[in-house]
């Protein structure tokens, strides 16, 4: 299995976002961690396999939208009113199955990072 994520760059407070990952071979759950300089990953949002349950961080609630194309096996994350906190590496990950994993545990399958730097 292979993701590749895109979408990253340069923003300004306030700016907006929308992060891809595309998946090889089979439909999976997927979500969307970040890390940020000096911190751990931390979990941003996730979508399960059929795309009906969904869930965020409470730090992106209201402002991240996660979405998938089953068709393309694609999911994104649109993001919105970015902060210069949400500045970080944006991972995204797959799991088999129907799981939509909020931990980074529960996911088999990585990309690479993609950065996004939010300016103040």
């Known amino acids: 299995v292979q993701l590749q994520a895109s979408g990253g760059g340069l923003v300004q407070a306030g700016g907006s976002l929308r992060l891809s990952c595309a998946a090889s071979?089979?439909?999976?759950?997927m979500g969307w961690f970040r890390q940020a300089p000096g911190k751990e990953r931390e979990f941003v949002a996730t979508?399960?396999?059929?795309?009906?349950?969904?869930y965020y961080a409470d730090s992106v609630k209201g402002r991240f939208t996660i979405s998938r194309d089953n068709a393309k096996n694609t999911v994104y994350l649109q993001m919105n009113s970015l902060k210069p906190e949400d500045t970080a590496v944006y991972y995204c990950?797959?799991?088999?199955?129907?799981?939509?994993?909020?931990?980074?545990?529960?996911?088999?399958?990585w990309g690479q990072g993609t950065q996004v730097t939010v300016s103040s």
């Open positions: 071979g089979l439909t999976f759950g």
């Open positions: 979508i399960n396999r059929s795309g009906g349950i969904t």
């Open positions: 990950a797959a799991v088999r199955g129907w799981d939509a994993p909020t931990v980074a545990r529960g996911y088999s399958y």
